[in-house]
């Protein structure tokens, strides 16, 4: 009997077991752009950039060329790769601490030049590895190892709207917020995450596609109810939505 192989694990990916914390949504984002480099064909001539936080285990998941940059500098890291060598594809995978943080100027300053490198952008609320600290983009009234009784906007400030930011840079081509933690919000999110690759292969400028994603563990609940409180917390403070599309068509 002759069988078909209709899904299997995407060669961007190595053959290393996920090492995330049981509900954490890192290894769908990866498989998702594992996925799309395959697609597009572009695996061997891809590097990856990943600093440090949870992502940055990263360069052990994906079969691609990858390093590691300091905290918050792997737009630079990028940058300089993808101009020195402009006939390969970089991209950077960056949690909430490391880019709306310490990183913030590298991103903002990336965007506006409008590098030609692809970030994707994983919104937690909250830092993972380092033992679940407030992070910038960390809601009012929620508690964390730093804000035990809740961050205050008196305090601590507003949660920071990445997307929002670096929309109005005119080097940005393609610009998008989505979220994981439904079958649908996966295809959407595969979708943006392609057309933010297209926006480096065809060279029109920066991609970057912000996830909304779980920190079961830090938020102190299970991976089911951490699902439930992203869909009713997270997404109102963030709204989804594509912000910048210089892409069009996918093809």
Known sequence: M?????????????EREFTYCPGCTHGIIHRLVAEVIDELGIREKTIAVAPIGCSVFAYQFFNTDATVAAHGRAPAVATGMKRARPDLYVFTYQGDGDLAAIGTAEIVHAANRGEKITTIFVNNAIYGMTGGQMAPTTLLGMKTTTTPYGRSAENDGYPLHVAEIIKEARGVAFLARTKVNTPQDVVKTKKAIKKAFLAQIKGLGFGMVEVLSTCPTNWGIDPVSALKWLEQHMVPEYPLGVFVDKVGDEQ
Not at 2 to 14: C, M, R, S
């Open 2 to 14: 002759a069988f078909e192989v209709i899904l299997k694990k995407p060669e961007a990916l190595t």
